[in-house]
C-alpha cells in the first residue's frame, strides 16, 4: 500500500508519484479516474484511462475520440477536473486545470504510433461515438488511421487530497502559485 507522508511539504510529490504509479497498473483505482468537464452551464462526467501523470509538467493525460462530446465541450470550455478514488486506502484525489486538445498534430501522432492495434479500434470507428445504431454490435471500423484519435493533456493547477482514516480524516489544498506547488491543511 501507498506510504502517504505526514509532512505537508511532501504532499504534492506523493500524490503526482502516486498517479503516476497508476498509469502503469491496469488494477489500480487511481488509473480509472471520473473526469469532468462544462456542457454548457451543466456539468457532464465520465470515466477515462489515465494515460500519463507528469509532475515536472503538471500534466494529466487521457486519450479520446476526437468526435465524443466531451472534446466538443473542452473545446468550447477547456475547464477540466478529474476525480480519483482508491477504496483501498480510502483516498480521494480532486485535481482541476485547463485542458489542451491534440489531434493530428505530432503529439497525437506520436502517441498514435505507440498504440497497440487493439487500442487503435476504440478511436476508429465508422460512426462517431453517441451516433445512434440499430444493433450495439454494430459499428464497422473507419479505415482513416489517427483522424479520429484525440490526446487532451490537461494542465493541472489545483488539487485536493483527503484520506478517510481513524481518529481523524485528513484533507490538504495543494495549489500551484507562484512557480511552486503551496499546499495547506484544511478541515475535513
Ligand atoms: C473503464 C472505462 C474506461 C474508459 N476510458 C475512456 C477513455 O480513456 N477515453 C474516453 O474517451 N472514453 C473512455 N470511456 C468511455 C467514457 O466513459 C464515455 O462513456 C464515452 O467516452 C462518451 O463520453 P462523452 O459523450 O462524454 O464524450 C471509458 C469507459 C469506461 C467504462
Redesign the pocket.
Known amino acids: 500500500m501507498f506510504r502517504w507522508p505526514t509532512e505537508l511539504q511532501q504532499l504534492p510529490e506523493a500524490i503526482w508519484q502516486r498517479l503516476s504509479n497508476a498509469c502503469g497498473d491496469i488494477t489500480d483505482p487511481l488509473r480509472?479516474p471520473a473526469l469532468a468537464?462544462v456542457s454548457g452551464v451543466a456539468p457532464?462526467i465520465?470515466?477515462?484511462?489515465l494515460?500519463n501523470a507528469d509532475s515536472s509538467q503538471r500534466t494529466l493525460t487521457?486519450?479520446?475520440?476526437s468526435r465524443?462530446?466531451?472534446?466538443a465541450?473542452l473545446a468550447a470550455n477547456p475547464q477540466i477536473a478529474f476525480l480519483f478514488f482508491d477504496p483501498r486506502d480510502q483516498t480521494q484525489i480532486r485535481a482541476s486545470g485547463v485542458a489542451t486538445i491534440h489531434r493530428m498534430d505530432a503529439v497525437s501522432v506520436s502517441e498514435w504510433n505507440q498504440l497497440p492495434d487493439s487500442s487503435r479500434l476504440n478511436y476508429s470507428t465508422e460512426m462517431a461515438?453517441?451516433t445512434p445504431i440499430p444493433t450495439p454490435d454494430q459499428n464497422p471500423t473507419d479505415t482513416s488511421g489517427c483522424a479520429h484519435f484525440a490526446v487532451v493533456i490537461a494542465n493541472i493547477h489545483h488539487i485536493e487530497w483527503l484520506q478517510l482514516s481513524s481518529p481523524f480524516h485528513h484533507r490538504a489544498e495543494v495549489v500551484f502559485e507562484s512557480g511552486q506547488w503551496r499546499g495547506r491543511w484544511i478541515a475535513p
Do not use: M
Not at 487521457?62 to 475520440?65: E, L, Y
Not at 465524443?68 to 472534446?71: E, G, S, V
Open positions: 480509472l468537464t457532464a465520465r470515466t477515462v484511462v494515460r487521457f486519450f479520446s475520440d465524443a462530446q466531451k472534446i465541450e461515438p453517441g
